[in-house]
Structures are given as C-alpha cells and as structure tokens.
C-alpha cells in the first residue's frame, strides 16, 4: 500500500510559477511510475503529466506542456511538478498518483494510488 502526500499549492497571480511536491511511502518508490492529475471545479479529474520509473521519460497533456515539468528524486521518495507561466485556467485541486504500469499509460488509464489533493488558485 502506497501512501503519498501532496503539498505546496496556494494562490498566486497569472504568469507566477509555484511547485508542487508529493512524498510517497508503503513501498517501494522506485517501482513506480507517478503522475500528476487535477481537478477543476464542475469538471471531471484530468491527466496532468507522468513520469517513468527511473525518470527517463515524461510525459505532458498538450495544456501544460511547456509551462510544466515534473521530476523524481528516488532517494527522497518524491516527485515535484514545476509550474511556470500560470494561467487562470490551471486552478484546479492538483492530485499526485502512483501506478505499477507504465507512465505514458497514465494518460488513459487510472493510476492505483492517489494524495489527497492540493489547492492551486491562479488569479489574473
């Protein structure tokens, strides 16, 4: 069973970046591949971006794409979102996952561990 905790949201101003951190425990990080979701108000859970095991590979939804990038620290058992250049559109609550598929999958197929959630508000 994998724990993971979300933290580091907040609000901020269209254009600031902000960066999320999931730590994860109950097992063993580097077997699986994380991802980040969100959710925004009246609108259903969406795939953020995802990243391999070994942290080799990401993967991005076309919305963030180059505005975000995540990242995995194995010896810290975690995993970050960097946001930059926020848009008003990107408030969501932000979901850190965990999945023993592979990364790329996690765009269609939902993950078996999930946080709690963190808030990010982005204000123009």
């Known amino acids: 069973q994998v724990q993971l905790v979300e933290s580091g949201g907040g609000s901020v101003q269209a254009q600031d970046s902000l960066r999320l951190s999931c730590a994860a425990s109950g097992g063993i990080f580097s077997n699986y591949a994380m991802g980040w979701f969100r959710q925004a108000p009246g609108k259903e859970r969406e795939f953020v971006a995802a990243?391999?095991?070994?942290?080799?590979?990401?993967y991005y939804a076309d919305s963030v794409k180059g505005r975000f990038i995540i990242s995995r620290d194995n010896a810290k058992n975690a995993v970050y979102l960097q946001m930059n250049s926020l848009k008003p559109e990107d408030t969501a609550v932000y979901y850190c996952?965990?999945?023993?598929?592979?990364?790329?999958?996690?765009?269609?197929?939902?993950?078996?561990?999930w946080g709690q959630g963190t808030q990010v508000t982005v204000s123009s």
């Open positions: 990243i391999t095991w070994g942290g080799g590979r990401t």
């Open positions: 996952a965990a999945a023993r598929f592979d990364a790329q999958a996690m765009a269609r197929v939902n993950p078996t561990y």
